[in-house]
T-cell receptor, first 115, second 112 residues
Framework: AQSVTQLGSHVSVSEGALVLLRCNYS??????LFWYVQYPNQGLQLLLK??????LVKGINGFEAEFKKSETSFHLTKPSAHMSDAAEYFC?????????????FGKGTMLLVSP | SQTIHQWPATLVQPVGSPLSLECTVE??????LYWYRQAAGRGLQLLFY??????ISSEVPQNLSASRPQDRQFILSSKKLLLSDSGFYLC???????????FGPGTRLLVL
C-alpha cells in the first residue's frame, strides 16, 4: 500500500522568499510521484510528475521537486514566491496495477504568501 | 486536446433527496475515470474508479453509487443524501498505468 505525508498543513512565506513544501511517501514498489496545485473552488492542476527518469523534476510556474529515494521524499521548491502562488498543494503517489493507476493523496499544504 | 467537464458547478440539496452528478471527457478514448470527494481539511478521498463501460470499483462503502453508461461519461448518484455527503466532488481521467490524472473543475455540494 502507498501513503503520503505532507508536513505542515499551512506554510507562510513572504513574497520573494524560498518556498519549500515537504512530502514523504511510502511505497512497496518504485513510485510515481506527483504535485498538484488547487486554487479556491477549482479542480487540481498538475505541477509536475516523477516517473523514475531524472530525480530533479521541473514543473510549471517555476516549481521543481527532487526525488530522494534514501529519504523517501519528494519536496517541492520554488526559489522566489509570488503572490499568485498562494493556493493549496497536494503531493500524491500512484499505485499502478492492472492498467489503471489510483492516486493516494496527502492531506494538502496551504501556502500563504504575504507582501 | 482533452477536456473534462463537470456539472452542475454548485448544488444545494435537502437531506434525503436524490443526487446525480455528471462528468464527461472529450478528446480521448477509453479513459480511466475517477470520482473523488474533498471535505474541508481532509484531503481527497477516492470514491469510485472505472476502467471501462459498466466497470465500476468502489473504494469506500457509503450511500453513493457510480455508473459509466458511455465510454466518456461518469455519473455519481445517491438515492438519499446525508448531511455528511456535503463536499467538493472532483472527477478525473487518466490513460493507462502510472499516467497522470487530470481533474475537472469540481461540483460543490451542500446538503441541508
Amino acid at each position: 500500500a502507498q501513503s503520503v505525508t505532507q508536513l505542515g498543513s499551512h506554510v507562510s512565506v513572504s513574497e520573494g522568499a524560498l518556498v519549500l513544501l515537504r512530502c514523504n511517501y511510502s511505497s512497496s514498489v518504485p513510485p510515481y510521484l506527483f504535485w498538484y496545485v488547487q486554487y479556491p473552488n477549482q479542480g487540481l492542476q498538475l505541477l509536475l510528475k516523477y516517473t523514475s527518469a531524472a530525480t530533479l523534476v521541473k514543473g510549471i510556474n517555476g516549481f521543481e521537486a527532487e526525488f530522494k529515494k534514501s529519504e523517501t521524499s519528494f519536496h517541492l521548491t520554488k526559489p522566489s514566491a509570488h503572490m499568485s502562488d498562494a493556493a493549496e498543494y497536494f503531493c500524491a503517489v500512484s499505485a499502478s496495477n492492472s492498467g489503471y493507476s489510483t492516486l493516494t493523496f496527502g492531506k494538502g499544504t496551504m501556502l500563504l504568501v504575504s507582501p | 486536446s482533452q477536456t473534462i467537464h463537470q456539472w452542475p458547478a454548485t448544488l444545494v440539496q435537502p437531506v434525503g433527496s436524490p443526487l446525480s452528478l455528471e462528468c464527461t471527457v472529450e478528446g480521448t478514448s477509453n479513459p480511466n475515470l475517477y470520482w473523488y470527494r474533498q471535505a474541508a481539511g481532509r484531503g481527497l478521498q477516492l470514491l469510485f474508479y472505472s476502467v471501462g463501460i459498466g466497470q465500476i470499483s468502489s473504494e469506500v462503502p457509503q450511500n453513493l453509487s457510480a455508473s459509466r453508461p458511455q465510454d466518456r461519461q461518469f455519473i455519481l448518484s445517491s438515492k438519499k443524501l446525508l448531511l455528511s455527503d456535503s463536499g467538493f466532488y472532483l472527477c478525473a481521467w487518466s490513460l493507462g498505468q502510472g499516467e497522470t490524472q487530470y481533474f475537472g473543475p469540481g461540483t460543490r455540494l451542500l446538503v441541508l
